[in-house]
């Protein structure tokens, strides 16, 4: 889906859920999910998400995970 | 403001009594609450008997440590048994949490005394501390003023002598911005490092536990104790010699849209740590001003998904700020949410990078004074800005990459408010990133 069309939707959306004031706050977020879908990591999306940013070895995912 | 570094002697020795800590902190409390508004609950009878029993214990040579006796708080999304943990929210005021989270587990092993659960920015989701079901909560510099969030009321206690140290949550910022804000100390984990047990989240992958506190000492005692006793390092790191240390500046985005105040003192004050010998080199994190649209998505992603039911079930009871965001995020779709997730990985191997050859990254806290209440912009370099961006400017990148940050404070504008000064260290060496931020704290003490 592209931002014009996901924007239409969801406005659409919010109108008929009696959210009207969230209309221009959705204008706001299509400008950030623009500027996230131009991002230059997005021009290959056949790398692996996490190995693609790692020059060596891969992201340790298990890293930094929670401890009790 | 009474340091839990400069107390805990007289606790130990008898000379000071927990008691009178814990009513001389109840006392402030009820003398500034009313008007600060930085606490949702207060656990007076609880406190005082933890305090006598404190005493008993200490004067009996039972003594736990350097927190035996010492009167803190918790940000009202930790769970304290048989307390409420609001989130700031009433949504959740009738919620009473069943047993401690693990922090709070961990600092009544350490004999801490509990004196009430402070206010925030509902569900820790802004940076002003003003939207809460509870009010807002004041800056205690200039009451018109915002303490800085989400633990708004956690900053004010410590600022104010309500409790001697606190327990935050920082999900892009919410432990620095108000420690920032309210010219104390905030030390945000390495993720993953504290325990978030027990605390309620706003996104899990990005929220981090950790202390706010007048020191850089004070915080880091109350970050040993907040790991298991196997994991502790010790209650005290002695600073590094500046002479030796270097930090990495950035230019760009992290450093081009500040009040000009601000700028000109953590100028200053990096100018300071170089004359004391440090040596200061220039680097960069080339994605920064992706940073904003990556964070945007991961936090509503992960906030949509916590709070999917009570919006339907009890909208009413958000504030409607917080709500008319929340259900915002619920139309993030799930291909931008895994751009975001790359995004991420992304910056956490630029922060990596921008870490090479040097011990810390060193830039402002907070990339403007504590704003007025209710303000929807603010000036800075460049022109107006809206407040939640400048908010988060220069604390989302470590939150993105799960790097240890602490923020200190390094002077005050000359309408006399803080301004904090951030230093970012590298993953696996928060002693390491503390020492630094002892030896930026004496020399900023020195020339002060």
């Known amino acids: ?43 290959n999306a056949e790398q692996d998400p996490f190995d693609s940013i790692e020059s060596e070895g891969g992201l340790d995912l298990s890293q930094g995970k929670p401890s009790q | 403001m009474k340091t839990i570094t400069e107390t805990a002697p007289g606790i130990a020795s008898g000379k000071i009594k927990s008691e009178q800590l814990t ?11 009313p008007t600060l508004n930085a606490f949702i609950t207060v656990t007076a009878d609880e406190a005082l008997q933890q305090a006598r029993h404190a005493d008993q214990e200490i004067a009996a040579g ?9 009167p803190l708080s918790l940000k009202d999304l930790i769970d304290q048994k048989g307390v409420p943990t609001t989130a700031g929210s009433l949504v959740r005021k009738d919620h009473v949490a069943g047993c401690d989270a693990v922090v709070t ?17 509902e569900f820790a989701f802004g940076t002003t501390s003003e939207d809460s079901g509870f009010g807002p909560v004041r800056n205690p510099h200039d009451p018109s003023r915002s303490p800085g969030g989400s633990s708004g009321g956690s900053a004010v206690a410590v600022a104010t002598g309500m409790s001697l140290g606190t327990i935050g949550t920082d999900t892009g910022g919410s432990i620095r911005i108000p420690a920032a804000a309210c010219g104390i100390v905030g030390l945000k984990a390495e993720w993953g490092h504290i325990s978030a047990a027990g605390v309620v989240p706003l996104s899990r992958q990005l929220d981090h536990v950790g202390p706010l506190a007048a020191s850089v000492a004070d915080a880091w005692l109350l970050y040993n104790a907040l790991h298991k006793p196997s994991e502790q390092v010790g209650d005290a790191l002695d600073a590094a010699p500046l002479d030796g240390l270097r930090f990495g500046r950035f230019s760009g985005y992290l450093s081009d849209r500040l009040d000009a105040d601000v700028e000109h003192r953590v100028r200053e004050t990096i100018a300071l740590l170089q004359q004391r010998g440090a040596t200061v080199v220039d680097v960069a994190l080339p994605h920064a001003e992706d940073m904003a649209a990556i964070y945007l998505h991961l936090v509503f992603g992960d906030a949509a998904e916590y709070h999917a039911r009570t919006l339907v079930s009890r909208p ?3 504030t409607t700020p917080v709500r008319l965001r929340l259900e915002m995020a619920r139309y993030v779709l799930a291909e931008d949410y895994i751009r975001a997730l790359r995004g991420k990985a992304l910056i956490a191997n630029e922060v990596d990078r921008a870490l090479d050859g040097v011990d810390a990254l060193v830039l402002p806290s907070l990339a403007i004074p504590a704003p007025p209440l209710g303000a929807a912009t603010m000036p800075v370099k460049g022109g107006p800005e809206a407040v939640r961006s400048l908010m988060l400017r220069c604390t989302q990148p470590f939150n993105l990459s799960g790097h240890p940050a602490i923020s200190l404070p390094c002077g005050r504008t000359p309408a006399g408010l803080p301004i904090g000064l951030q230093l970012v ?6 002693p390491a990133l503390v020492q630094a931020a002892l030896a930026a704290e004496l020399a900023i003490a020195e020339t002060s």
């Open chain 2, 62 to 70: 039972r003594r736990i440590g350097p927190l035996h006796g010492i």
């Open chain 2, 425 to 430: 260290g590298h993953k696996g060496r928060t």
């Open chain 2, 316 to 318: 009413q009871d958000y």
């Open chain 1, 1 to 43: 889906m592209n931002i014009a069309e996901w924007l239409e939707a969801a406005k659409a959306d919010a109108e008929a859920r009696g959210l009207p004031e969230l209309i221009p706050m959705l204008d706001g977020l299509a400008q950030a999910t623009e500027r996230l879908r131009k991002a230059d990591w997005n021009d």
């Open chain 2, 105 to 121: 587990r961990r600092l009544r092993e350490a004999g801490a005394v509990f004196v009430g659960k402070t206010n925030l920015h």
């Open chain 2, 23 to 33: 009513e001389d902190c109840l006392a402030r409390i009820a003398e500034l609450n």
